[in-house]
């Protein structure tokens, strides 16, 4: 038994602290559950206890879910029900406990966390921004497994648990109280006394106050869930709505609809049973075996070594377009003070009036408190000019993508500056190593290359400059966390790594529209490999410039081989510049809703060469083995660390479909020598720009993977 639990009962109430021993979180593993189980035993035959608070003793987390290490070893899906009914009836025991017992939620309750809060008379959450409710099981392949696809339905009705558990969303406190998730809502000091008059109210009406009533859910709601038809649409369109989200590609949200119909069909019981039964179906699954290693690729690329005592508490961000403006914002909302310059005031305008916007949106959803709201915009102050940046200790540029533009301001950020003070730059092209030569001090220059859009994309490419030094990549990773991004460290070559892997396959879907096959078959195809959104959709998103122009900055950098399709530039002359220009691939209402485009025939037409019919795997294979191949290639030239590194990458800077496990991953399961061989085919047929890396030949002939290199 871990020691997880200790007991202290005063004045009729037990107060249970969970604090699992070094562990900086709460998790519910098997020893815990059964230290659990005994701790109930106890309860259950103890006299003189009128109620029970169950706390957490970690800082800012209550349980923060079920131990992945337990789930990723599961081998049958017997040993998953088994587990699963064990997690049940624990559970369930502390549900029939004679006296009211409260859960006060203080941080992460999660997973497992929120099925044992479910489990109890009362839930309280504190006001805290760090106080998050989720059941994100489906987003690791599985499904809640202690109850909760039983027990949030009956608590906070259907359609919201059904919301809840098939998005894994989190809900913030405010929300949570809005929708009976939790009963009240209190500043952490105030949680135990709030508590306490929770347990004797319980004690003064004798009522096991657990659903929310009808009237809180609305008529809409008692009109669909009372009734057997409702239900069944209510379900039907939760299936429809994850169909459309992902696919087929991740069984569990189905899995997790399935169970809660089952408890409403035929009862609690079977429900619970049904649970059992599809998390030891999901458990085995491959699609949960490959989103857990994702998780711990989020894990480990998470983990990175702080930043010098000192550094960084304040920045300043040059350049006040879509993506300086959004960086700025995301430096604000996590605490720092940062000087936003732009020598356009309109520019300025704009991106303040941005971040009022999005607080005022977050603010509306429960995430910030009206405090948090007024403090977030006042952390940024803004000028025209590089002035008082003495006292700052990273400088961003997100000036126009333009050497020259970026050399003149880096040397007026080097006088402007302290001689120790980092300065980033966030282009997604040029070199960092040439940009670095107009600062006396190379040292301190580094990339910094965030993804649009900003507050979404969770990857950010550090680049280590041929003079940057081991302590500015050291502060860049630092901050990068600091702002809750993902850093990954790159070497300075054209592309860096996610564009130069992203734009070649951009660039072979243009080359496929040359052989004849046509923009729709080729999106259709990318989607149903798993894709966020068809490539084509995805260079309208990126515009059309700006694709050509990355593409003429990889040929240049590598070649032939990078060589774009004619197709892109003539797409960029006729302004078709995707989305923002109305038209690109597809054409776009000024809802930004989009429609095919009978005018587009007229510019492929010149660049069609001939009119091949290729089956979905080949539109795949000659999308995707490229990607492969030119990682296979940027790890031969140590870009970046490993294939973990690729992966993550691809999956948080590009969208790759994370089911997959990540581009290298995917190429594993596809078995190397099955790669060359096909990469071979395609060089026979559509040149040299195929031709397998030495990388993945030596790797075939050597009966070797990327994870096994
Ligand atoms: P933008 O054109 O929206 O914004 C650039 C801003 O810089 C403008 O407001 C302009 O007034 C200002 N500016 C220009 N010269 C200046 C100077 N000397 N001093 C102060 N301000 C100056 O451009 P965007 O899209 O924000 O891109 C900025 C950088 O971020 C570029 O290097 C781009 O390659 C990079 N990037 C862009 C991404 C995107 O999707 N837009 C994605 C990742 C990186």
């Known amino acids: ?18 604090d699992l021993p070094g562990e900086k979180v709460n998790k519910l593993t098997t020893g815990v559950v059964a230290e659990l189980e005994q701790l109930i035993g106890r309860l259950e035959s103890e006299s003189g206890i009128d109620g029970a608070v169950i706390v957490s003793g970690k800082e800012d987390n209550f349980i923060a879910g079920a131990d992945i290490s337990e789930i990723e070893t599961i081998v049958s899906p017997a040993e998953g029900a088994r587990l699963s009914e064990q997690g049940q009836g624990v559970l369930e025991r502390l549900e029939q406990l ?29 006001d805290s921004p760090k106080t998050v409710l989720g059941l994100p099981e489906t987003s690791l392949g599985i499904i809640p ?49 709030a508590a306490g008059r929770f347990i004797s109210s319980h004690g003064e009406t004798g009522k096991k106050t657990k659903k ?36 087929d590609h991740y069984p569990a949200p189905f899995a997790a609809i399935d169970a809660i119909e089952d408890g409403f069909k035929h009862g609690l019981k079977e429900g ?89 949106k977050k603010k509306n959803k429960g995430i910030y408190s009206s405090t948090d709201a007024a403090w977030i915009p006042s952390r940024i102050s803004c000028d025209t000019m590089m002035r008082g940046l003495k006292r700052t200790d990273v400088v961003i540029e997100a000036v126009v993508e333009s050497m020259d533009v970026k050399r003149s301001v880096l040397a007026d950020l080097a006088a402007a500056t302290r001689e120790d003070t980092i300065i980033v730059s966030n282009t997604s092209s040029l070199s960092i190593s040439e940009m670095a030569g ?14 649009n859009p900003v507050d979404r994309m969770q990857l950010v490419e550090v680049v280590r400059g041929e003079k940057t030094s081991d302590l500015t990549v050291r502060i860049v990773t630092a901050l990068t966390k600091r702002l809750g991004k993902m850093p990954i460290v790159v070497k300075d070559s054209p592309g860096f790594l996610v564009n130069r892997l992203l734009l070649p396959y951009l660039n072979e879907a243009a080359r496929l529209l040359e052989d004849g096959v046509g923009v729709e078959p080729v999106d259709e195809a990318m989607l149903e490999f798993g894709m966020p959104m068809g490539a084509f959709i995805l260079l309208d998103v990126v515009g059309l410039d700006i694709a050509s122009h990355v593409c003429e900055n990889l040929q240049q950098g590598f070649g032939e081989r990078m060589r774009p399709s004619t197709i892109l530039a003539a797409m960029r002359d006729e302004g078709r510049l995707g989305k923002k220009s109305g038209k690109g691939f597809y054409r776009y209402d000024k809802k930004g809703k989009r429609q095919s485009d009978s005018g587009l025939k007229k510019v492929l037409l010149p660049h069609v060469r001939d009119n091949l019919k290729l089956e979905e795997q080949s539109i795949i294979d000659r999308l995707i083995l490229p990607m492969i191949n030119e990682a296979a290639l940027a790890l031969e030239e140590a870009v970046v660390e490993g294939p973990e590194a690729v992966d993550a990458a691809m999956i948080f800077g590009a969208g790759f479909p994370a089911f997959t496990g990540g581009l290298l991953r995917y190429a594993d399961s596809l078995g190397i020598p099955r790669v060359v061989k096909d990469l ?28 096994s290199l």
Request: proline fraction near 3%; glycine fraction near 10%.
């Open 680 to 707: 071979e085919k395609l060089t026979e047929l559509h040149g040299e720009r195929f031709k397998p890396s030495g990388l993945l030949i030596e790797m075939a002939q050597n009966a070797k993977s990327f994870y």
């Open 98 to 126: 004679p006296f009211p017992v409260v859960a006060a939620i203080n941080g992460a309750c999660l997973g497992g966390g929120l099925e044992l809060a479910l489990a109890c008379n009362y839930r309280l959450a504190t």
């Open 212 to 247: 929310t009533s009808w009237k809180s859910r609305g008529l809409v709601a008692l009109l669909f869930e009372s009734n057997k038809f409702g239900r069944n649409f209510l379900f039907d369109k939760a299936r429809q709505a994850v169909r459309r989200k992902v696919g």
């Open 145 to 193: 497994g202690f109850g909760g696809t039983q027990r949030l339905p009956r608590l906070v009705g259907i359609k919201e648990a059904l919301r809840m558990i098939t998005t894994g969303a989190k809900v913030y406190p405010k929300k949570a109280w809005r929708i009976g998730l939790v009963n009240d809502v209190a500043a952490k000091e105030r949680l135990m006394e």
């Open 1 to 18: 038994m871990p020691d997880a639990f200790t007991i202290d009962i005063s004045d009729g109430i037990a107060v249970i602290r969970f």
């Open 272 to 360: 619970f049973a049904s649970e059992a039964h599809l998390l030891g179906e999901m458990a085995v699954t491959d699609t949960s075996k490959n989103l857990i290693k994702v998780f711990r690729l989020r894990e480990r690329f998470s983990h990175v070594e702080k930043a010098p005592a000192g550094y960084i508490s304040s920045v300043a961000v040059i350049g006040a377009g879509a993506m300086g403006g959004a960086i700025a914002a995301l430096v604000a909302e996590n605490g720092m003070k940062v000087r936003l310059v732009d020598m356009s005031t309109k520019a300025l305008g704009k991106a303040l009036r941005a971040v009022y916007s999005t607080v005022e």
């Open 438 to 451: 107009a600062v006396p001090d190379a040292w301190r220059v580094a990339g910094m290359h965030f993804f």
